[in-house]
């Protein structure tokens, strides 16, 4: 590359940088309005909004958001309390609180709940997040999927009874001006698989969206020939993907395009997969990002209503793009996979419960909690609960938590799987790793793992 061709990407690397910092102190003097939270950090921390860097802010985790919700959101009618009651109610994803909050919730691979919401301002201040979308061609350097003129048919496989993003996303595309453009479906990954094929098989979706593990499992029901779809794209979610998992589906389904989106639910999209498969470019338009060894700090730049400044997060991401350089260039994310428990029926098939599925449980009062499988008919699920709750209260939430999961394994074809829900003042990090883990092998060390 020329010296000119260098000054002029430099050139271009620093207006990038001045610009999102603009819109950095824009979002920071909009929370000092709007957020007691940060009113009142912003004040103790002598921080100016005119000039202020994100390194000026401490590290938000998701426990000090929880314990500080009601002072971080930006609209004083919106409380803690507010969001677990319409939680508790409402399980459709198309559903928004008040006619106008999109609100989702997760436990993540921590295992602790976290309440998050956007408003429709918040979603446009996201377009134009990845220009490779432009002019019909994919961030993967391949040309759209579609044929015809017909809508294309998109399929969501994983978890879709409530208020989860990757259903959330796929319930915006069901409403407004988006449903005359895509037909899209959701399909229950906590489903019994043969009927989720039965469902596919009739659908023949253009595109095969969901998360990693799932498209795994449907990617071996095609190579067995239960499955027969052809879709033209799949787009992986919500865990690791590697370059052998995204060899392994684009085979399975033809030797179709695959790609990999990096997405959580505090921050939605955050980059996708490039074409060598071994690397991802991050969405450093709306988000800032700060690397370390064992963990991600990031900055979110369009969210107004819950102001999202260094938030941390156990994702490992490895830059490789020099330090300034835009867009970023990272190694395939690591460490966001968690075990795939699996369960024998009492005809003796075994059938799969999703980490997603899991993770996804809500019960208004619970904080945190894990699935400890203990063999193949039974397992542990430990919560920790709000402080200061009665013992009344405290009987409510294990009977709201057998209940739920009740119901997941009843809809697996798993109601003869038996769970205790023991209400636990700690639950432990894995003492060698010393990292959280969401689902856990206790079976006795005779027995084969999950």
């Given at each position: 590359m020329s010296n000119n061709n260098l000054d002029h990407s430099s050139t271009n690397d620093s207006l990038f940088a001045a610009k999102r910092l603009e819109k950095f102190r824009a979002l920071v003097k909009h929370a000092n309005t709007k957020s007691p939270y940060y009113r009142q950090l912003i004040a103790d921390r002598g921080i100016d909004p005119q000039t202020c860097v994100p390194k000026d802010f401490p590290v938000l985790t998701k426990s000090l958001l929880m314990a500080n919700f009601d002072a971080i959101v930006t609209n004083p009618k919106i409380t803690k309390q507010i969001i677990a009651d319409f939680l508790t109610r409402s399980t459709d994803p198309k559903e928004r609180l008040f006619n106008r909050y999109t609100v989702l919730h997760t436990s993540g691979t921590s295992g602790e709940v976290g309440y998050f919401l956007t408003d429709w301002r918040d979603a446009l201040r996201t377009s134009g997040s990845f220009s490779g979308y432009r002019k019909g061609r994919q961030p993967d350097g391949h040309r759209s999927p579609y044929r015809d003129f017909r809508r294309p048919r998109m399929a969501f496989y994983g978890a879709t009874g409530g208020h989860y993003a990757g259903v959330t996303m796929m319930a915006r595309m069901q409403r407004g001006i988006a449903r005359l453009l895509v037909n899209a479906e959701s399909f229950e990954i906590n489903s019994p698989l043969a009927s989720v094929v039965t469902q596919l098989n009739a659908f023949q979706p253009d595109i095969l969206f969901g998360y990693t593990t799932g498209l795994k499992i449907l990617a071996e029901q095609q190579r067995a020939g239960s499955l027969h779809i052809r879709p033209r794209r799949l787009l992986a979610s919500g865990e690791t993907v590697t370059k052998d998992d995204i060899e392994y589906l684009s085979a399975a389904f033809g030797d179709i395009p695959v790609l990999s989106l990096y997405a959580c639910t505090e921050h939605m999209m955050m980059g996708h997969s490039n074409p060598d498969n071994e690397t991802m470019t991050l969405n450093d338009t709306n988000l800032i990002f700060e690397f370390f060894e064992d963990h991600s700090l990031v900055t979110n730049l369009f969210n107004y209503t819950m102001p999202l400044i260094r938030y941390r997060m156990?994702?490992?991401?490895?830059?490789?793009?020099?330090?300034?350089?835009?867009?970023?260039?990272?190694?395939?994310?690591?460490?966001?996979?968690?075990?795939?428990?699996?369960?024998?029926?009492?005809?003796?098939?075994?059938?799969?419960?999703?980490?997603?599925?899991?993770?996804?449980v809500f019960v208004k009062g619970v904080v945190r909690f894990q699935m400890q499988v203990t063999s193949d008919t039974s397992f542990r699920f430990p919560v920790?609960?709000?402080?200061?709750?009665s013992p009344e209260q405290r009987s409510q939430v294990v009977a709201g938590v057998t209940a739920r999961l009740t119901e997941i394994l009843e809809q697996k074809g798993l109601g003869n799987v038996c769970f205790e829900v023991p209400i636990v003042e700690d639950i432990p990090v894995n003492p060698i790793t010393r990292k959280f883990q969401l689902i856990v092998n206790a079976r006795p060390a005779s027995i084969s793992p999950v």
């Open positions: 156990s994702d490992i991401l490895k830059p490789i793009s020099a330090p300034g350089e835009h867009p970023i260039i990272v190694e395939n994310l690591v460490g966001r996979s968690e075990q795939m428990p699996s369960f024998k029926a009492a005809d003796g098939s075994s059938d799969f419960i999703s980490p997603h599925t899991i993770n996804e920790c609960v709000e402080t200061g709750l």
